[in-house]
């Protein structure tokens, strides 16, 4: 079953890796940021090669994204991001996983200081939503 992996994020200013870039990210030293990344790439490799890994992307400043609503006049675009949320999503993981205990293994290693991590089951036509 394929699941996403948000991460939301809070950096100041906008960056990737986001745990750099968030008050509670640039507290740690440089040390603990450099395991970290060992961490994550040992990570990359594993789902890589297990073939759990479906896609991922990085997404740019949320000062870039264009919002669309809707009413009944019509369409309504206006600039991003909704001012009221802290949290902005900073990317995604796809993985394809035999189970949904093994996509949580996955997903809480994805937690970095500052990030909240979301993970969520895919849809698909006539697919589960649970």
Known sequence: MKYVILIHANPDPWGHPTSIYTAQGRALPPERHEEMGRQFEALM??????????????????VSATL??????????????YAEAKEQLAGFFII????????????AQFAQPGDVVELRPVMWPGGDDQ
């Open 96 to 107: 394809d996983c035999d189970s949904r205990q093994r996509a949580e293994q996955i997903a």
């Open 68 to 81: 669309y609503g809707w009413s009944p006049e019509g369409h309504l675009a206006t600039d991003g991001p």
């Open 45 to 62: 490799t594993e789902i890589s090669a297990s073939g759990e890994l479906v896609t991922a992307e990085a997404l740019a400043d949320p």
